[in-house]
């Protein structure tokens, strides 16, 4: 049996190399690794003709199947993966960097930034920095963000983050060397879109553009479909809302009949996000908003159901409701709700909220100018039954967005993103941007401590950077620029907030969690407002901000009513003198945002979510994987009680451990899954950070089994609690789970 080594060598397979490399790695790693049985497995599946890189692709596999015995497997996999990468690919920033630009892949800018600054660059490149991932980060990067050349990955991580760095900073060396450290020891890291198209041709740095339906008419509406499908076509994700299209049956005056209403525009944009695929790395993605008071809601809520009619359906696209407190009172209340067609009003109930809104929409009632009347509760039902079976429609609250808003000088505020923590103004000239970075807050505990002075610069580092991004960025319509350099927001999030409170042992539902959470935002809003006024007294402030309620000297926790005042203890009062003297270069800083991709590179836990289960498979853009929680298992594994038998009753719970009698009542608690939460906790959470939050946040909530009394229960105490997003995904469980066929049930209960 041979094997064919990189350089095309034939020689004869030789069991006691394949059995050093990983012992050699093993002992670098930890001593809770047994290196015999994973040579042995290796040895197994050899096959006469395998490829030196293909043993390296197998060790990995069989590693990765070992880590639920043991965490300490996942680090073999994640280094045998390196490794074989490392073997693969130049080694030198700069001789990468001239490949991929012979090949087309990366600018000219940025050789010529390369090529000047070599020697520094190389200096700072640190590759043993590609071994602080695990495996399933790694293989994500592999799988869509590390440059290819003839298919294969030429590019290694550290390439990646420092053609960031430089793409984003250019000759600014210090400015590079602190976002490559920053970025490479896994502190924070840009966007999804930034890391495809940082330094490339066509530098499409932005995640979020939110677009208004220029008017109700061919033009209007094909004009709109085609600046959507450029931005889909560079990995931007979209929000459009559509207020101002007709209704079902409204007069067509020039062609002298009857409009058939919104869906058959939809499934038009339906189409456009499938075949305009963000260059071929993931699907194109539009979510669409519609006000609570349009005529076709009904419709439009029927849209993502996998039953009825396919001629009303248009499943890709996603559904958030613009709601006004007005309904919310109707219902709470059981009144009936009018429903007016924007083609038949002299004055949009889109372009006003609060009591303008009221008075005018309560005049428009009295003149009996509504297409229809419903029971309020009615159409709030159809709310609930659409997010029971398909996890939408997203619940944005219109006046709560534009009352804590700091773009309320500018103009009112008609929709949101793909994910619904971006709440910024667009208009039919303007496309709000905004450029995106999730902080790894784990990496900020430290000693037992969490380290807010170093959150607090790291923070201030994303600011510039963001700031920056505007600037250099590769805009894919002309009036997404004009947005951006009017307004310049940024959005900052986070990602491992559940990650945090396990490492210090603190219950989701407890009172440390809390104020941790508080205090943790508050640092960051702190950091981004200070930085920001930094940037503000060397460039100026942002067009916009004359007027706006933080030139006031109005933070976003002055606009929330009861609130607190932060005690974090830093000098607020200081800080708001000296924005009210220089400004802010910035309009809207905070934004915590879905991580999916970006969490699993890093290895945390999404976004401000808690962990759905303690054992299961995850897929991402790298495929499916079992995904362990990391700390339950040093926790069991340090109690001596971690097992085969014991992962299999988790398995058998489907990755709950409340049932199981061995592990102790504070891991229990420390380690409840997402369906075990108060769910009042995570919006009580959302509430405290949301009083520094100045866009919104993308809010997953969970009912195992929903019904409509706990879900209105659940949604009218985040809007009584004066939450911008209501909800972003509803998260159910499905009626029925697979037979776990391995397991004997005696075995796994706890009884």
Partial sequence: MHVIKRSGVHEPVDFNKITYRIKKLSNEISENIDPIKVGQKVCNSLYDGVHTRELDELSSEIAIALCTEHPDYGILAAHLCTSNLHKSTPGSFSETTKVLHEHGHVSDELLEHVSRHKDFLESIIDYNRDYLFDVFGLKTLLKSYLLRVNGEPIERPQDMWLRVSVGIHGDDLTAVRETYDQMSQLYFTHATPTLFNAGTKYPQLSSCYLVEMQDDSISGIFSTLEDCA??????????????????????????????????????????????????????????????????????????????????????????????????????????????????????????????KYKELYEAYEKQG??????????????????????????????????????????????????????????APDEIAVCNLASIALPKFVKEGEFDHKALHNTVKLITRNLNRVIDVNFYPVDKARKSNFRHRPIGIGVQGLADVYMMFKYPFESHEAAKLNHDIFETIYHAAMEQSCELSEQFGPYETYKGSPVSRGVFQFDMWENHKFPVKGYDWEALKKRVMTHGVRNSLMIAPMPTASTSQILGNNECIEPYTSNIYARRTLAGEFVVLNKHLIRDLLDLGIWSQDLKNRIIFHNGSIQNIVNIPDNLKSI???????????LIDQAVERGKFVCQSQSLNLFMAKPTIKALSSMHFYAWDSGLKTGIYYLRTQPAASPIQFTLNPCESCSS
């Fill in 671 to 681: 380690y409840k899954t997402a369906w075990e939460i108060k769910q009042r906790a």
């Fill in 230 to 355: 450029h931005i889909s076509k560079w990995a931007g994700g979209i929000g459009l809302h559509i207020h101002k299209l007709r209704a079902t049956g409204s007069d067509i005056r020039n062609a002298k009949g009857a409009c058939t209403g919104i869906i058959p525009s939809l499934r038009v944009f339906n189409a456009t996000s499938r075949y305009v695929n963000q260059g071929g790395k993931r699907p194109g993605s539009i979510a669409i908003y519609l006000s609570v008071d349009h005529p076709d809601i009904f419709k439009f809520l029927d849209m993502r159901k996998n039953h009825g009619d396919e001629e009303e359906r248009c499943r890709d696209l996603f559904s958030g409701v613009w709601i006004s407190d007005l309904f919310m009172e109707r219902v709470k209340n059981d009144e009936m709700w009018s429903l007016f067609c924007p083609n038949t009003v002299p004055e949009s109930l889109q372009d006003i909220y609060g009591d």
């Fill in 369 to 426: 100018l509504y297409k229809r009347q419903v029971p309020a509760q009615k159409l709030w039902m159809a709310i609930c039954n659409a997010q029971i079976e398909t996890g939408n429609p997203y619940l944005l609250y219109k006046d709560a967005v534009n009352k804590k808003s700091n773009q309320q000088n500018v103009g009112v505020i008609k929709s949101s993103n793909l994910c619904t923590e971006i709440l910024e103004y667009t």
